[in-house]
C-alpha cells in the first residue's frame, strides 16, 4: 500500500485505455497511420503537417514553458488555487493549458508539484489528459531541475544521488553516465520528460555565489568528460538531459538571480576553458541547451545578456559549434535577463536571438501578448515561431510523447527509489568524500579510543528533501556504524553562548565532527573549529558545501570534503571518518590559500587516503 497524500478526487488514477485514446486520436491520426504501438517516430512533414494546423495563438504558447501551483492539474489545494490566480489568472494547470497553450510546464517543490513520485506521475497523468482534450492538442513537455546534490525538486523517496562537484571528486565517467541512468529513469516513471541538467559550468572562482559546487570542476576536461557521460546517462532513459549555462556561467562573483553578471574572459578563454563541455555535450547528442542571464563582452559587446545575444545563441552556438537542438533559457523571472529590458521585450528579444523554449516568465500574459503582437506586428514572422516550434516537437516525439505520453502507478513502484537505486546512490558517494587533512593518522576514528563522538555545526535547510538536520544525519550514521554520536546544531554563525556550549560538550566526547558551511575568514564557525581544537579533543571538520573551508580551518586536524549535505553525501563522510570506506575523492577544484589567494594550497587532484 501506498499513500497518494493528495487528499482530494483530482487526478489520482492512471487515465483509462479509452480516456486515453480519445484524447490521442486526433494527434495520432495527424501522426501516424495505423500500425502497432513501437512504430517509429513520426518524420518531420508529420510534424510540420502538426504546425501548420495550428492557430497563431497556439503556436506562440508552444514556446512557454511555465510553473503551475498544486499537487493536481485539476483539484489543486485552495491556497495553490489563490496563488495561481494571483500570478498566471487560471484557476489550474488544466485552465493553464487551455488559455495559453503552454508547451512545456516545468515542476517546483515549491509550487507543491512534487510531494511524491505516485502524486508526481498523477499530476503528469492529469497535464496530459488537459492538453491533449483540448482542440488540436499536444502532449506536453514537463520539465524540472533535478541536479542532484545542491539543487534537486523530487526529494525522497526518489533516489538522490551525490552533486556534480562530488561526481567529479570521484572523477568517474562510469558513476557519471549511472546517475544520469538512474535518475532518468525514476524522473521519466513519473512523467518528467526534460532534465535541466548537467551543469556544464567550469567552476574557477571560488567566490561564485551560484554555481559553486553545482559544478563538476575546474578543470575543463574533466568536466567535458563528466558532462557528456551524464548527457549520454539520461539521454539513454528517455529523458532530455539539459547543459547549462551556455556560455558559461563558472567565473562570476555575482548570483544572476539577483544581479547582472560580467564575465571577463578573453574569446581565447572562453575557447580553452568555458566552450569545452558545450563542445562534449553536442557531440553526446545533448537535446537541449540553457542559456545564461550574463554578459560575456569578449563574444558580444552590446551590452545584452547571453539569453537576448544573437551573436552568442545564433553565430556561436548555432553556427559555429553546429548545435540545432532546443535552446531553453533560464528562468525570465531572474534579474540578470530582466534588468535592462523590461518583462515584454524579453521574450521577443529571446526569439530573436535563437531561442526555441522561453521558461517561466514572471508575467505569463504579458510575455504570451507580446509576443504575439510582435508576429502581428512583423518584428517575428511567423515562420521564425515554426523553426522553433519544429525543433520543441521534435524533441517531444523522439521522447515518445507522441506515442506514450502517461505513465503508469506500477512503472513508478519499479523505477522510482529502489533498493539497487539506492546502493549505486551510495557506492558512487563512497568515491567522492576527499580527505584534505589528517594529522597523525587521526582518520579513520577509532570506535575503542574515540566511542563517545560529539557531532556540532552547520545545519542549512535539507536541499532536496532529504532527511536532515546535517549534524543529526552525520550522529545518526555514525551511530548506526558502532560509535555512540550525539548531534548538537550551532548554526552557520554561532553566537559566543552557543560555542561555549558546544565546547562544554566536547569535554564529554571522545572526539568532535564539526560540520562546516562556507567558511570564511571573519566567521564564527571558524572560532568554533578553533576552540573547539583548544579543548584537545581530536576535531574532525567536513566541509558540507564548498571544499574551500580547510583553507579557513588550518588549527583542524582532520579535514573532509563532502560537497553537499545531502544524506547520501553525509552517510559516506561517516563512513570514511569510521573507516568503513577508505577516502576516495580527489579535489576537483584547486583550494586557494587564506592569507594568500594568490597561492595555491591544495591543486586540482589532491586527496589524501589510508
Not at 562573483?253 to 578563454?269: A, C, K, M, Q, Y
Not at 515561431?385 to 516525439?397: A, Q
Request: with cysteine; proline share 6%.
Amino acid at each position: 500500500m501506498h499513500d497518494t497524500g493528495t487528499g482530494s478526487t483530482g487526478n489520482t488514477a492512471q487515465p483509462s485505455r479509452r480516456t486515453v485514446l480519445a484524447a490521442t486520436a486526433g494527434v495520432t491520426a495527424a501522426l501516424a497511420a495505423a500500425g502497432p504501438a513501437h512504430a517509429a517516430a513520426p518524420d518531420d512533414s508529420r510534424l510540420r503537417a502538426l504546425v501548420s494546423r495550428m492557430t497563431l495563438e497556439e503556436k506562440v504558447g508552444q514556446l512557454f514553458v511555465m510553473r503551475v501551483y498544486g499537487h493536481s492539474a485539476t483539484a489543486p489545494d485552495q491556497a495553490d488555487i489563490d496563488a495561481n490566480l494571483k500570478e498566471i489568472g487560471v484557476r489550474t494547470a488544466a485552465e493553464l493549458l487551455a488559455k495559453y497553450r503552454v508547451g512545456g510546464i516545468i515542476y517546483f517543490a515549491w509550487a507543491h508539484n512534487t510531494r511524491e513520485p505516485h502524486q508526481i506521475a498523477d499530476l503528469s497523468n492529469g497535464i496530459q489528459k488537459a492538453s491533449l482534450e483540448l482542440p488540436r492538442g499536444l502532449p506536453v513537455l514537463i520539465s524540472t531541475d533535478q541536479e542532484h546534490g545542491i539543487v534537486a525538486r523530487v526529494g525522497k523517496p526518489a533516489t538522490l544521488f551525490p552533486g556534480a562537484m562530488a561526481v567529479g571528486a570521484g572523477g568517474s565517467r562510469s558513476d557519471a553516465r549511472t546517475l544520469g541512468r538512474i535518475a532518468g529513469a525514476e524522473l521519466r516513471a513519473m512523467g518528467i520528460r526534460q532534465d535541466y541538467s548537467p551543469v556544464a559550468d567550469v567552476n574557477v572562482n571560488p567566490a561564485n555565489p551560484v554555481i559553486g559546487v553545482r559544478s563538476f570542476g575546474a578543470d575543463p576536461r574533466a568536466v567535458s568528460a563528466l558532462v557528456a557521460a551524464e548527457v549520454a546517462g539520461y539521454q539513454r532513459s528517455g529523458v532530455a538531459a539539459t547543459a547549462k549555462h551556455f556560455p558559461g556561467h563558472g567565473d562570476t562573483n555575482v548570483d544572476s538571480h539577483t544581479g547582472f553578471p560580467t564575465i571577463t574572459h578573453s574569446r581565447e578563454l572562453w575557447e580553452k576553458l568555458d566552450a569545452p563541455p558545450f563542445r562534449a555535450a553536442i557531440a553526446a547528442g545533448i537535446d537541449s541547451i540553457m542559456t545564461a542571464h550574463l554578459m560575456v563582452p569578449a563574444l558580444d559587446d552590446s551590452g545584452d545578456p547571453a539569453t537576448l545575444s544573437r551573436p552568442i545563441l545564433t553565430g556561436i552556438l548555432r553556427e559555429r559549434l553546429g548545435y540545432d537542438g532546443v535552446v531553453v533559457t533560464d528562468s525570465l523571472g531572474m534579474e540578470g535577463v530582466r534588468s535592462k529590458y523590461g518583462d515584454a521585450r524579453v521574450p521577443v528579444l529571446a526569439l530573436k536571438a535563437g531561442v526555441d523554449q522561453l521558461l517561466n516568465p514572471p508575467d505569463l500574459d504579458l510575455a504570451w501578448n507580446a509576443v504575439l503582437t510582435a508576429v502581428r506586428e512583423g518584428e517575428l514572422t511567423e515562420a521564425r515561431l515554426d523553426t522553433s516550434i519544429l525543433r520543441v516537437l521534435r524533441l517531444k516525439s523522439k521522447l515518445g510523447l507522441f506515442r506514450s505520453p502517461y505513465v503508469a502507478q506500477g512503472g513508478v513502484d519499479r523505477a522510482v527509489g529502489t533498493r539497487a537505486h539506492l546502493a549505486a546512490a551510495d557506492r558512487i558517494a563512497e568515491r567522492t568524500t576527499t580527505l584534505l587533512v589528517n594529522e597523525g593518522r587521526l582518520l579513520p576514528l577509532s570506535r575503542r579510543r574515540h566511542p563517545k563522538v560529539l557531532v556540532v555545526g552547520a545545519d542549512p535547510a535539507s536541499p532536496s528533501g532529504t532527511t536532515g538536520p546535517p549534524t543529526g544525519v552525520l550522529a545518526g550514521a555514525l551511530n548506526e556504524l558502532g560509535f555512540t554520536a550525539t548531534a548538537l546544531s550551532t548554526g552557520t554563525a554561532p553566537s559566543a553562548a552557543t560555542i561555549a556550549k558546544a565546547v562544554a560538550a566536547a569535554r564529554d566526547a571522545d572526539a568532535v565532527v564539526a560540520a562546516t558551511y562556507n567558511v570564511t575568514a571573519g566567521s564564527a564557525q571558524k572560532a568554533l573549529v578553533e576552540q573547539l581544537v583548544a579543548t584537545g579533543r581530536p576535531v574532525v571538520a567536513v566541509a558540507i558545501r564548498n571544499p574551500y573551508d580547510v583553507a579557513q580551518l588550518p588549527t583542524a586536524p582532520a579535514c573532509l570534503a563532502a560537497y553537499s549535505w545531502t544524506d547520501v553525501e553525509l552517510r559516506s563522510a561517516a563512513r570514511v571518518i569510521a573507516g568503513r570506506v577508505k577516502p576516495r575523492g580527489k579535489l576537483p577544484v584547486a583550494v586557494q590559500r587564506a592569507d594568500d589567494p594568490e597561492q595555491v594550497l591544495y591543486p586540482v587532484g589532491y586527496g589524501l587516503s589510508y
